[in-house]
């Protein structure tokens, strides 16, 4: 039987439910760039979307700089597909975040990459938010929200954010939630990084 354990990277261990993760701005070749920081505001990770390699890729350091994991898409330009989470310590891959690319709604799924099974579900609240955010021309700015639920359908966080120029989304989960916390913060730099660029 899977345990919550083998779906987290071995350099982080993140036990608490608030979480922030933030769009810092942009590195010197214009590549977003983000920061996951805890309750008390101390940086976990940061990240650097490379969305100009032949498949994208985010890039995952701790705060010394040291590489802890890799998300890569499974095809060039996979704006709607798999993209899979790798621990660079063990060379393991932990999940899978399929993506269901719509206009009207983002829908992330976070599965087991050996026998796809579900673990969470993130999908994002308003339709017409979702649409705004696609197709104004100001519409990246606009704060949304998503909703996390487990394999089962039931409620067991959110994923916030207000309007801004660079995205600060608040992550809040559950406190019983059984779903690796991990795996959820760091595709909510995944969703941004893709959704919005």
């Given amino acids: ?4 354990q083998q779906y987290v990277p071995e350099a982080i261990d993140l ?3 608030q979480y922030t993760v933030e769009q810092s701005g942009k590195d010197k070749n214009m590549r977003p760039e ?8 101390d940086t976990i990770f940061s990240s650097t979307y490379r969305m100009y390699q032949k498949k994208d890729e985010f890039r995952f350091v701790d705060t010394d700089g040291n590489d802890i994991f890799t998300v890569k898409a ?3 330009w996979d704006i709607a597909g798999d993209h899979l989470l790798t621990d660079s310590h063990t060379g393991e891959d932990l999940v899978v975040l399929e993506n269901d690319f719509s206009l009207f709604q983002d829908t992330w799924r976070i599965r087991d990459p050996d026998d796809g099974s579900l673990l969470a579900e993130i999908s994002s609240r308003g339709g017409l938010v979702t649409v705004g955010r696609k197709i104004l021309p100001l519409g990246q700015w606009i704060g949304h929200q998503y909703e996390i639920t487990d394999s089962e359908g039931d409620s067991i966080g959110a994923i916030e954010s207000d309007f801004a120029i660079f995205d600060e989304y608040e992550i809040t989960l559950n406190n019983t939630s059984p779903v690796p916390t991990e795996p959820i913060v760091i595709g909510t730099v995944v969703i941004d990084g893709i959704q919005a660029n």
């Avoid at 983000?34 to 505001?41: I, K």
């Fill in 1 to 4: 039987m899977p345990t919550t």
């Fill in 15 to 17: 036990s608490g439910n």
């Fill in 74 to 76: 499974s095809g060039t």
């Fill in 34 to 41: 983000y920061e996951a920081r805890d309750v008390a505001g």
